[in-house]
């Protein structure tokens, strides 16, 4: 079974940089062609697609936070990571990790995290 | 850049069948898929491709998608389907656009 956990500082200050790291077990993540993606949900509110990694290393991002966005794989430990930097009381969210598809679909989801942005 | 429009919220008896909609412009030649997100809990894949049912989901649930519409189709519901559900697409130019999102209420 497939199952992907996040993890990472639940409290971000204003200007700093947010860092979560999602574990993979039941999956490589160096095969397969998925590609390893950052959604988040900001509190009562809907889903926004942050960015994916993809298996070769290639990575793309939502352009409206393309310049803030930083994704890595590290293969050997199974996981994958997200940096947002300067971080706004806007980016406060439930930040999951999840394995999408070619034809666009999540079928994998951690449980994710909640990132609050306060001083 | 690519909407999908979804209504706030549906209410439906148990038993009877809930449909939850997704617009979005010429969406039926696009493939959709649905989640169902129950509180304080990551969104769950219930259906993909427009009607393909992951394994472990209830024959229950299946999926719709022609021109602008897509369609969550729950029969018989219960009171476990009480939760909210988006739809999914991935797009050329806005790449991965989520509806939303509808609360399912079971009366």
């Known amino acids: 079974q497939v199952q992907l956990q996040e993890s990472g500082p639940g409290l971000v200050k204003p200007s700093q940089t947010l860092s979560l790291t999602c574990t993979v077990s039941g999956a490589s993540i160096s095969g397969g062609g998925y590609y390893w993606t950052w959604i988040r949900q900001p509190p009562g509110k809907g889903l926004e697609w942050i960015g994916y990694i993809y298996n070769s290393g290639n990575t793309y991002s939502n352009p409206s936070l393309n310049s803030r966005v930083t994704l890595s794989l590290d293969t050997s430990r199974r996981q994958f990571s997200l940096s947002l930097s300067s971080v706004t009381a806007a980016d406060t969210a439930v930040y999951y990790c999840a394995r999408g598809h070619r034809s666009g679909y999540f079928d994998y989801w951690g449980q994710g995290t909640l990132v609050t942005v306060s001083s | 850049s690519y909407v999908l429009t979804q209504p706030p919220a549906v209410s439906e008896a148990p038993g009877k069948t809930a449909r939850i909609t997704c617009v979005g412009n010429?969406?039926?030649?696009?493939?959709v898929h649905w989640y169902q997100q129950k509180p304080g809990q990551a969104p769950v894949l219930v259906t993909y491709?427009?009607?393909d049912r992951p394994s472990g989901i209830p024959e229950r649930f299946s999926g719709s998608n022609s021109g602008n519409t897509a369609t969550l189709t729950i029969r018989r519901v219960e009171a476990g389907d009480e939760a909210d559900y988006f739809c999914q697409v991935w797009d050329t130019i806005s790449d991965w656009v989520f509806g939303g999102g509808t609360k399912l209420t079971v009366l």
């Open positions: 491709n427009d009607r």
């Open positions: 010429n969406i039926g030649s696009k493939s």
